[in-house]
Structures are given as structure tokens and as C-alpha cells.
């Protein structure tokens, strides 16, 4: 059986724990307590492949910013995770945490998650983020988050020379790359999900495409000497 280590990061109260507890026990936490560092386990079947996933619950608050990076070294794949009803927190994913995930680990997969998918359509929910001039993120602005974080990488790995890994229908992508080795990746390869912990919606696609993006062998590009992380 395959191990897999899949790291789950975003803003604290975005919802990564309950994601956790509802995929690994069908059940959903009925409090919020901030995590500090947990670890969960599941043993699942996709595609027919037995695999161990491997889940590291991390804080987002800014006081664990120098202890979370420890959990990082051998991560597979990352979750990066907002919420559809906080727009600071869909704000900061393209200023803390796709900066953070590439800065330690450049070439490792990323999936980015919307949570909370059963409040975006809440009255309540939408009239309150209407009292601060706000409203839900939509997925088109998910989608479009996902190919810019992505273009903005790409653009800064043409300076900089870091190798990346894309995530984007990685078989198609290797056998590309076995034709063309210096075939650039594509600029969407950061996908984008939606879910909700509560109902379930889209919970099992999240982490089945999470698995898929380290089962499926992924084409990497040759390093030039001379190049810095930046």
C-alpha cells in the first residue's frame, strides 16, 4: 500500500480541521477548537490503488508561522484552503500561503480548496458579508485565483530558474514531456475544488484528486546550474 503525506493549510477558521474529521470519520466536529498540529489517517481506494493518506492539519494563525514550515519535508501533495465566505481569507492565499507552499517545497503538487460550500448560498451568511460590503466567493473567482497564482509562479521561475511540477492532468503532461523535454508547464496546474465539510459535498473529490495528482507520475523540468530559490 502506498503512503501518501497530504499537508492542509490556509487561514485559521477556514475550516481545515472539520474537512479533515469529516473525510476520516463521516462525522462533523460541533465546536471550533484551533489546531496547533494534528495528524489524521485514512486507508482509501482510487483507482482500483490502495493507498494510506497521510493527513497533517496545521495553524494558520501568524504565531505558528515559524513552527508550521517543520511540517513540511516529504509532503506529496498540499491542500491550500479558504473560505467562501471570508474574502480575507481567499485574499490571503495569493499573499501568504502559495508564497509560503512554493517557498519550502517549489515542485510539489498543490490542490486549492473553497470550504465552507454550504454557506455561500446562506441568507444569513450573505447578509451579513452584505453589512461589510462584501459577498462570497464565486467559482469563477476561485478558478481565476487558481490560474493566477499559477501564472504569477511561472512568471517568477523565468527569473529565478526553480524547477515545478504540474498538477494539470499530469499523465497527459508526461507524455508530452517524454516528446518535448523542455516543454514549459501549463499555467493552469494549480486546480481548484469547492466542498463542504457539513453536507459532504465534494469532500471525496478533494482528497481523490489529491491522491491522483502524486499516483500519476509527474514530468519535471531539468535544473540549470546557476539557478536560486527565490
Not at 102 to 123: A, M, N, W, Y
Not at 167 to 190: A, E, G, I, M, W
Not at 201 to 215: N, P, S, Y
Amino acid at each position: 500500500m502506498q503512503a501518501i503525506k497530504c499537508v492542509v493549510v490556509g487561514d485559521g477558521a477556514v475550516g481545515k480541521t472539520c474537512l479533515l474529521i469529516s473525510y476520516t470519520t463521516n462525522a462533523f466536529p460541533g465546536e471550533y477548537i484551533p489546531t496547533v498540529f494534528d495528524n489524521y489517517s485514512a486507508n482509501v481506494m482510487v483507482d482500483s490503488k490502495p493507498v494510506n493518506l497521510g493527513l497533517w492539519d496545521t495553524a494558520g494563525q501568524e504565531d505558528y508561522d515559524r513552527l508550521r514550515p517543520l511540517s513540511y519535508p516529504q509532503t506529496d501533495v498540499f491542500l491550500i484552503c479558504f473560505s467562501l465566505v471570508s474574502p480575507a481569507s481567499y485574499e490571503n492565499v495569493r499573499a501568504k500561503w502559495y508564497p509560503e507552499v512554493r517557498h519550502h517545497c517549489p515542485s510539489t503538487p498543490i490542490i486549492l480548496v473553497g470550504t465552507k460550500l454550504d454557506l455561500r448560498d446562506e441568507k444569513e451568511t450573505i447578509e451579513k458579508l452584505k453589512e461589510k460590503k462584501l459577498a462570497p466567493i464565486t467559482y469563477p473567482q476561485g478558478l481565476a485565483l487558481a490560474k493566477e497564482i499559477e501564472t504569477s509562479f511561472l512568471a517568477s521561475n523565468s527569473f529565478g530558474c526553480v524547477s515545478f511540477v504540474s498538477t494539470l492532468t499530469p499523465c497527459l503532461l508526461l507524455l508530452l514531456s517524454s516528446l518535448s523535454p523542455s516543454l514549459p508547464p501549463s499555467p493552469d496546474s494549480v486546480k481548484y475544488l469547492e466542498c463542504s465539510a457539513l453536507t459532504q459535498r465534494g469532500l471525496k473529490t478533494v482528497f481523490d484528486e489529491a491522491i491522483r495528482a502524486v499516483l500519476c507520475p509527474q514530468p519535471t523540468k531539468v535544473k540549470k546550474k546557476g539557478c536560486l530559490l527565490l
